[in-house]
């Protein structure tokens, strides 16, 4: 059986093809080799990374927009928004640092992606 | 009237990089004027992932993007302005600057424009219809969740599988809205693949494609838009409307480059890319005014824009420091397959980089660079997209022949 992908490493994002064959596994198309890192990763557990935002208490937006630093499992993406949505940080908060550490107990940290000084009193 | 060797016209990621290189170069006599609060430009706007993977080797958002400029135009002491709209360029290059402190006027020896672009609108696509609140252009709705963290959708229709769209059909979704469905005009995507498999396909949000709203309709929120099927001209086929209820449609069908200064200052464009026509030096038509970024013609990685703003700002330091800086006149003609090339023409002295888009998807073809009967660039492609801007280095040779692009089998 033959699947085609589409990379999503880069904006590149080659069409690679997989074909499942009794002696194992041929990936053809790949631009380079994270290409077929990719198609194994994808066959096997498929993940992605998000952006969202997090509530901000005292600050001068309400919200801060968050980013993962690692991919997580596909499948735990919503889960993963549900938890972020949860919690609620409180002003300042600096850019890059991490608001949330190991997201669901994965490797992949929450970070904030913008400034959000507190809020002039 | 004050005098400046630069003045740049947006703090977004082209003027950003161009100031910084300038001031790099040695060039210091610089401004950059900005109409927004802060410096980032759209990117400021644009929280999702995937910005500087050329540049930084590493999956930015875009205001981590922005910041790695802005600070080093912060730690340069680069001068900026920001609520400050330019308001004219005149031919001669005298530029008036709208202030907190009041009118300015500049007399700068180079601008280099960058002011980016804007979105197409319902009116540009004239959908018949009624005129509810709850439609939007795709940066519209995007600065409103991520900028003004409001939420303007529930029951969402995307119209257009531009990039921005389809980022913000994922967008909504993580945020509690329900995309219904993207429809697209054209027999393909217009965005990149990477996003209708990361925004699309992994939240089952369906792609239509030649498909479009012929009308909306609602009284004072919309209620919801016809749908009809396109034919091969994209005309839609009567007998194939149906209804669909929803409370927003996101609209993301095109960039227009953000000209109206530069036509005011004398500058042509070209009418493929609606930006100013340049040689490889980037500059326009109007001597001493040069453009890069979107302004110039719209790009799909803002990695890129920052490349070429650089290469303005290197060729607008020559400009100031060399005598007689030879302006491009050979014409480089798009060939078979080809939408446009920016540089349109050039001096045919010295290498430079050729961007362009294809017309139409295309698999294993090769872009020929001709000059007369010598070839002086090519490059295989798996695949080429219009959704793709494309990059080579040309080498010119020796030799008045004429200059033709074209994709070849």
Do not use: W
Request: proline share 5%; with cysteine.
């Amino acid at each position: 059986m033959t699947k085609t992908f589409t990379c999503i490493v880069c904006p590149n994002g080659c069409e690679i093809s997989a074909e499942t064959a009794a002696d194992g596994l041929c990936i053809t198309g790949e631009g380079c080799p994270r290409g077929r890192t990719y198609v194994m990763q994808e066959m096997t557990d498929p993940q992605r990374t998000i952006a969202t935002s997090m509530r901000v208490e005292g600050g001068e937006t309400d919200l801060c927009s968050v980013r993962l630093t690692k991919p997580i499992p596909k499948a735990r993406i919503m889960e993963a928004v549900a938890a972020i949505h949860e919690r609620t940080l409180k002003a300042p908060v600096a850019s890059g640092s991490v608001v949330i550490a190991g997201i669901l107990g994965t490797d992949s940290d929450v970070i904030a992606t913008k400034d959000v000084a507190a809020a002039e009193a | 009237m004050s005098k400046l060797d630069v003045l740049i016209v947006g703090g977004g990621p082209a003027g950003l990089a161009a100031a910084v290189r300038l001031y790099e170069a040695g060039i210091r006599d610089i401004l950059i004027v900005e109409r927004e609060k802060t410096l980032g430009g759209i990117l400021r706007q644009c929280i999702h992932d995937g910005f500087g993977l050329t540049r930084f080797g590493e999956s930015l958002s875009g205001p981590e993007y922005a910041r790695r400029f802005i600070e080093r135009v912060k730690e340069l002491g680069i001068p900026y302005l920001t609520d400050a709209a330019v308001t004219e360029i005149t031919p001669e290059r005298a530029v008036t600057v709208v202030t907190r402190e009041g009118l300015m006027v500049y007399h700068p020896r180079a601008v280099a424009l960058t002011m980016g672009c804007r979105e197409r609108t319902r009116g540009a696509l004239a959908i018949p219809g009624e005129r509810p609140a709850g439609v939007y252009t795709a940066g519209v709705a995007q600065a409103y969740i991520n900028l003004y963290n409001r939420m303007p959708a529930r029951e969402v229709i995307i119209l257009g599988s531009g990039d921005i769209g389809m980022i913000m059909a994922r967008r909504l979704t993580l945020e509690g809205a329900h995309v219904q469905a993207v429809y697209e005009v054209l027999p393909y995507p217009s965005g990149l693949p990477r996003n209708v498999l990361q925004c699309l396909d992994d939240y089952d949000i369906p792609l239509y494609l030649s498909h479009t709203v012929t009308c909306i309709h609602g009284d004072r929120r919309l209620e919801g838009v016809t749908i009809s099927r396109v034919d091969e001209k994209l005309r839609p086929i009567p007998g194939t409307e149906e209804y669909h209820s929803c409370d927003t449609l996101i609209l993301s069908v095109g960039l227009i480059p953000e000209n109206e200064l530069s036509l005011n200052a004398g500058v042509e464009l070209d009418p493929h890319t609606k930006g100013a026509d340049v040689d490889e030096h980037y500059q326009t038509s109007v001597p001493g005014v040069f453009a890069a970024g979107n302004v110039l013609h719209v790009h799909d990685l803002v990695d890129f824009v920052s490349q070429e703003a650089e290469a303005l700002a290197l060729a607008v330091g020559r400009y100031l420091t060399e005598e007689g800086f030879a302006e491009g006149t050979r014409e480089i003609a798009c060939g078979r397959g080809v939408r446009y090339t920016v540089p349109q023409r050039i001096t045919g002295k010295e290498e430079f980089t050729l961007s362009l888009r294809v017309a139409a998807p295309m698999k294993d073809v090769t872009i020929v660079v001709r000059q007369g009967d010598a070839v002086i660039g090519k490059k295989k492609m798996k695949k080429a997209l219009p959704a793709e801007m494309i990059r080579m280095k040309v080498s010119p040779v020796e030799g008045d022949g004429e200059l033709e692009v074209r994709v070849d089998d």
